[in-house]
């Protein structure tokens, strides 16, 4: 059971370049979130998704896009990468907001 | 929209000893409030979670309390073990149910 997948692991980014970070699941579940970690600030919500065909714009979603066009997929896009989207990505997916939020490993990403 | 503050920011204990870390939300409508444990280079994992129905729940030695009056819920470890360093995120469901929003996160450290 692979539960919730991101790929690519790590990535360096020019400033300008774009990239699109991929998560899958294979727990059917409905709900898919995107968060960035940086240090001292936590988790913050970039954009989720409630169903498939479906996204919403969480804390912080300037500078990313998103789609779910299959229920196990949840993409993040940076279509002009800054140094101040250098952070750690996590993806995270739940049957509703009110059970068990599984998260992948992550991505790091940094931007020069 | 809901805000989360957490503390404290870091946390250092005798091995044996007992760790609390506090959390308040401001959403008086919020429901759900789940732990998160993050090991080094690990995407966070779900450790206990209280529903607004419960003032309290143990599992082994982990237990949260929550005070909805004051809008405040707390994380206690008993009998620390070096195992137990790691980040603790809390979180709170938002009043409309469809995003989870993160504190800041405690670094733990366990004492041998």
Known sequence: NAGVTQTPKFRVLKTGQSMTLLCAQDMNHEYMYWYRQDPGMGLRLIHYSVGEGTTAKGEVPDGYNVSRLK?????????????????????????????????????????? | GENVEQHPSTLSVQEGDSAVIKCTYSDSASNYFPWYK????????LIIDIRSNVGEKKDQRIAVTLNKTAKHFSLHITETQPEDSAVYFCAASSGSGDKLTFGTGTRLAVRP
């Open chain 1, 71 to 112: 229920k196990q997929n949840f993409l993040l896009g940076l279509e002009s990468a800054a140094p101040s989207q250098t952070s750690v990505y996590f993806c995270a997916s739940s049957y509703y907001t009110g059970s068990e939020a599984f998260f992948g490993q992550g991505t790091r990403l940094t931007v020069v």
């Open chain 2, 38 to 45: 993050q090991e080094l280079g690990k995407g966070p994992q």
